[in-house]
């Protein structure tokens, strides 16, 4: 297992999956409450055969995107990773609940808690709990294996009717004798004349009977039965080791069964495809700020980069120019007043590029010539942000230009 690995037990029963670590330190107290037997693996190239070895009852997915959680939570459960006996948690954002209360009706997951801000920290551990008991005590069976138990109750039957079968033949054994038994005895009986040697004749015809009849019953009955009972000893065996290995095989396959059959739901790929658009949405905005005064496009860069936008810099207009050919920017904001180029000439050369053609741009400048700032609105601006000015000045006017 890497070094990324925060483990707090080397055989864990519950397994947090995570990205950042400093978006899952407060649930490691949490967790720890419930289980010492946890660990915390960051997601990597080998997370598959980490999971693979620990083979936890309880997985909880903390990854940065819903969407991200249940792709690698999918990956997993096709590559019949996670073993059937395993209860999946998804942690979510507050914005993002929604779709994990989607993902939980599909059946994608068991259960969903929101931990970015954290809330109901006793409901977290209420969820683990139930997870760590249903996997101790339950087994939930599939088709195939209700098509197994079939198999075994016909191989019950067959049993069954080979001991009536064998009782009967007893039974019919044991009445043929007696009824033999019961004749002479009667023949005897009717002769009231009896002399001596007519005795010793009896006496000798029971123990014929005895020879011929009384012992070979006896012997048979026992034969029969030593026969007939390891036989169905040797059946009874033989069933019970085919019913474990198929259910040994039954609970490492049947996850695989029953999680990929969603894949081929056209509901979930449905709600597969809200989730690429809803992280296409939701991805940072990427902004480009322009500007020769390195302090204020500092300023203005720690000011979105807080916002979680994502931002790249130019000094100038033409190193603008460069960047704008190799990225796609969500926005642009520009100084007006530029070395080798300024703001306007540089928005002139911007429309005409592909990637800039559309993009919107704020300028930025402490000049308050209107003609000149009239005459670059005639370009295409899509907002103005006045020298020197607030943060909430500036986030204001981007948040319009965006949207």
């Known amino acids: 297992m890497g070094s990324e690995s925060r483990l707090a037990s080397r055989h864990p029963k519950v397994v947090l999956l995570y990205q950042d670590k400093e978006n899952t330190d407060c649930l490691d107290p949490l967790i720890l409450d419930i289980s010492d037997e946890y660990c915390a693996l960051k ?9 693979k070895q620990l083979s936890p009852h ?24 996670l073993r059937n006996n395993h209860f999946s948690i998804l942690l979510c954002s507050n914005k993002e609940s929604g779709l994990a209360f989607q993902a939980c009706v599909r059946e994608l997951f068991d259960d969903y808690f929101v931990y970015q801000p954290l809330y109901e920290k006793f409901r977290l551990k209420l969820i683990i709990h139930h997870g760590l008991k249903q996997c101790r005590g339950s087994y939930q069976f599939d088709q195939s294996q209700i098509e197994k138990l079939n198999a075994q109750n016909e191989e019950f039957t067959q049993l069954i009717e080979q001991g009536f079968q064998c009782r009967q033949e007893l039974v019919d054994t044991v009445t043929k004798s007696k009824n033999n038994i019961s004749t002479q005895t009667q023949s005897n009986k009717n002769d009231e004349q009896q002399t001596d040697a007519e005795q010793d004749l009896k006496n000798k015809l029971m123990a014929e009977i005895n020879e011929h009849h009384l012992a070979p019953m006896f ?36 996850n695989k069964s029953e999680r990929s059959n969603y894949l081929d739901n056209s509901e979930l790929q449905k709600f597969i495809h809200s989730l690429e658009a809803f992280e296409q949405k939701n991805l940072p905005k ?33 190193k603008a120019i460069r960047k704008i050919k190799e990225n796609n920017y969500s926005l642009i904001i520009m100084d007006l007043f530029m ?12 429309r005409l590029l592909p990637n800039g053609k559309n993009t919107p741009i704020i300028a930025l400048s402490g000049n308050k010539n209107k003609q000149l700032v009239q ?4 370009h295409g601006l899509a907002g103005y942000i006045m020298k020197p000015s607030t943060k909430t000045q500036i986030l204001d006017t981007v948040e319009k230009a965006l949207s």
């Not at 997601?43 to 999971?51: G, M, N, V």
């Open 43 to 51: 997601l990597t190239k080998t997370i598959a055969k980490d999971i």
């Open 58 to 81: 309880v997985i909880i997915f903390a990854l940065d995107t819903v969407f991200n959680s249940t792709k690698t939570y999918l990956h997993l459960v096709e590559n019949n990773i």
């Open 219 to 254: 012997k048979l009955l026992e034969s029969n039965i030593a026969s007939t009972m390891n036989s169905l000893i040797q059946s009874l065996t033989k069933q019970q080791q085919t019913h474990l290995t198929q259910t040994q095989a039954s609970i490492s396959a049947s």
């Open 286 to 318: 990427k902004i480009l700020v322009v500007e020769d005064n390195s302090l204020y496009r500092e300023m203005i860069s720690s000011v979105l980069t807080k916002e979680h936008f994502e931002v790249d810099e130019a000094e100038d207009g033409l």
């Open 339 to 350: 070395p080798h180029l300024d703001g306007l000439n540089t928005t002139k050369h911007i």
């Open 375 to 378: 005459k670059w609105v005639s």
